[in-house]
């Protein structure tokens, strides 16, 4: 069974630039997760979808952070424009439905912003 | 707010000891813990999941508790190997609305010494 793909796994940009960052789930996940793991840190969830809809943003800086999942399967994370702070691993990660929700994690993408 | 907090110090044990994590929480006792291994540069990998009515949950070399009193997890690993060095999360499995979620602890990293 194929797992969490992303892309790219690592970008460089500078303050105020674009970047957007790619996820695709493990097929048949309903419910895909967009994760900020800062150094040092562990992974804080920025943004849930379940199929194409919203769950949950409340964590997601939203003027400058945004991130879709058009038709229930890939997803796009975007940031614009990049803040220094930005600087950290974006995780995606994927889920059935279900009690336990165990969660499969692709590799992550390691943003850096000079 | 909730709190799942983890020792932020390195724990450095030697080859066949058995390691001790431990993860606390604060302000209510969540009804599910999970705990994740991360290597560097990897996504974190689901390991085991407690729930609040179990004591104890076994799975080959790891062993996790849960004291609701305490309000503590512990992840035990027996029989340590170089192997098992990674950075271990906890993570308390929470509901937003509808969704269901995962808050992380920050890890602790074991290194395991031959």
């Given amino acids: 069974e194929a797992g969490v793909a992303q892309s790219p796994r690592y970008k460089i940009i500078e303050k105020r630039q674009s970047v957007a960052f790619w996820c695709n789930p493990i097929s048949g996940h309903a419910t895909l997760y967009w994760y900020q793991q800062i150094l040092g840190q562990g992974p804080k969830l920025l943004i849930q979808f379940q199929n194409n809809g919203v769950v949950d943003d409340s964590q997601l800086p939203k003027d400058r952070f945004s991130a879709e999942r058009l038709k229930g399967v890939d997803s796009t994370l975007k940031i614009q424009p990049a803040k220094l702070e930005d600087s950290a691993v974006y995780l995606c990660a994927s889920s059935l439905p279900g009690e336990y929700n165990e969660q499969f994690f692709g590799p992550g993408t390691r943003l850096t912003v000079l | ?114």
């Fill in chain 2, 1 to 114: 707010s909730q709190k799942i907090e983890q020792n932020s110090e390195a724990l450095n044990i030697q080859e066949g000891k058995t390691a001790t994590l431990t993860c606390n929480y604060t302000n209510y006792s969540p009804a599910y813990l999970q705990w994740y291994r991360q290597d560097p540069g990897r996504g974190p990998v689901f390991l085991l999941l407690i729930r609040e009515n179990e004591k104890e949950k076994r799975k080959e070399r790891l062993k996790v508790t849960f004291d609701t009193t305490l309000k503590q997890s512990l992840f035990h690993i027996t029989a340590s190997q170089p192997a098992d060095s990674a950075t271990y999360l906890c993570a308390r499995l929470g509901s937003s609305g509808s969704a269901r979620q995962l808050t992380f602890g920050s890890g602790t990293q074991l290194t395991v010494l031959p």
